[in-house]
């Protein structure tokens, strides 16, 4: 959990908060931002790619994925801070050297970060049960800690300032980032090509061989997109639906204390279940609880309701998807016997990152449409409807759409006889 703490101090502010900031605090237009996070995004494909290359090639003492969190965690703390540090240099220079910063956080810092933390789950261990386990224990750590950030970040961001509060949120970050590569160990070894050297397209060829990761990596950017569109516009929506900027903390604890509590709960439910299939209920949950709020959008009880209700929803994609990224390493293994770890979990990174820049690109193109000013204490009734768009009427249709996917497939009905036979073959090989 203090791993995914590390990452999530500079993930969730940047969800959270990255967008009203550009465009409240630094007076960046909504279409700018918009510009900002999709070209960032357009290179972030590839680096995630690459980094998995290097992860694969990576031989040291401590392993393959372990180093890079010992690497990266100062690089995290000052690029956070960096990044909400934009100077008053006029229009087209707060536009560059937020593009600059942002750039340099989520596509060269937070890959190099991030995916190798992501693909430790493999490297760990090779259980289903505890893969799931591990998961859920990662993501209630992580919505223990939105809670903190919703509640804490708005009136500390007032008092200490951006920086001020980001350099706090940095070193915090470097810490956990510290704490996981001194007490988590690598153990799980491939089966037979400890020493093979596998280029990089090469190892693409290989997952194009292997349908779950295509469908998984559509899945992630699609949930990426939904949780970035929702929790970007979070702000706006208590900003201006409620105008209590407070009420920002109570709607994210209604939705993340039901999340944390189910994801508790996640491991027995999809013994039983299936992980596939409890990500499917919770696309349906989600649905339920965002329509909830797109009826009664200025209803009080109405949005904590509905929060409660998509929060549950989505405890089985938090949970849930990290863990089949390692199932879905198991099932290239057995279908290609070839062991990729560090590309095939570039698709965590990946679909994090160019599901929340998407999602971000959409916050802004979204509320540019809708004529938002950030400067205007009260929006027109375009911007209102572009504020409901990105917080529920958007998420609604994605969850549809991810819904309508799912049904099509599921590792799980496959996942007992790949790792069966791959006991079988390590056997041999040891």
Known sequence: GAGDCGCNFVWNVL???????YTDSVMISAAAVGGIMLASRIFDGISDLVMGAIIDKTKTRWGK??????WMAPFMAIALVLTFSVP????????????CTYFFLTVVVYTAANLPYNALLSFITDSQKERTSLSSVRFFMVNLLVIALAFITPPAAKALG??????IYGIIAMCCLLITFFFCKERVQPVATKEENIGFLKSLSYLVKNKYFIYLTIIFVMD?????VNSSSGMYYVKYIFHDENMFGVITLFCNIPLMLSCLFFQVIANKFGKWNCMIGGYVVMIIGFGIIALFPDNYYCALLGNVIAGIGRAPH?????????DVVDYGEWKTN???EGVTYSVTSFGMKVGGGVGGAIVGIVLAMGNYDGSALIQSASAITAIMAIYVYIPILICVLGMILMMTANIDKVYPQVIRELAIRRAKEN
């Open 15 to 21: 969800a959270l908060f990255m967008t009203i900031y």
């Open 65 to 70: 994925a372990r180093p890079w969190l010992l």
């Open 88 to 99: 008053d240099i006029g229009e087209t220079g707060k536009i560059i050297y937020a593009f």
């Open 162 to 167: 951006w920086f001020g509060i980001t350099s």
């Open 224 to 228: 990426y997109i939904m949780f970035a």
């Open 318 to 326: 938090n949970a849930g998807l990290f863990a089949l990224v390692a």
């Open 338 to 340: 070839k062991r990729i």
